[in-house]
Nanobody
Framework: QLQLVESGGGLVQPGGSLRLACAASGVTLDHYAVGWFRQAPGKEREGVSC????????SYAAAVNGRFTISRDNAKNTVYLQMNSLKPEDTAIYFC????????????????WGQGTQVTVSS
């Protein structure tokens, strides 16, 4: 059974950076596409970024394009989300998810989810 654990969240000032990690256990991640999603209080979960199983294809939501970078290290069974130029509106719980299939920003396609990590952007 694939299990995912997110880490790297925290409190950061506007303009700052964080790197989130999504570590997999139980199964090797290299056959799975992985997505990052976020949910702010009172809002629906939204797709942030996704990466194909090989890492050769990535996608980003318009709100984060140019500021966030997704990457993966299959040898470490981990996917990362580098977040730069953070804004208060990036404040949310960030989740990673995995699917045996194509990478997509649509959350309903994903089968495995982590518990989330809180990111707060505030001065």
């Amino acid at each position: 059974q694939l299990q995912l654990v997110e880490s790297g969240g925290g409190l950061v000032q506007p303009g700052g950076s964080l790197r989130l990690a999504c570590a997999a256990s139980g199964v090797t991640l290299d056959h799975y596409a992985v997505g990052w999603f976020r949910q702010a209080p009172g809002k629906e979960r939204e797709g942030v970024s996704c990466i194909s199983h090989s890492g050769g294809s990535t996608s980003y939501a318009a709100a984060v394009n140019g500021r966030f970078t997704i990457s993966r290290d299959n040898a470490k069974n981990t996917v990362y989300l580098q977040m730069n130029s953070l804004k208060p509106e990036d404040t949310a719980i960030y989740f990673c998810a995995a699917v045996w299939g194509m990478a997509t920003l649509k959350s309903n396609f994903y089968d495995y989810w982590g518990q989330g990590t809180q990111v707060t952007v505030s001065s």
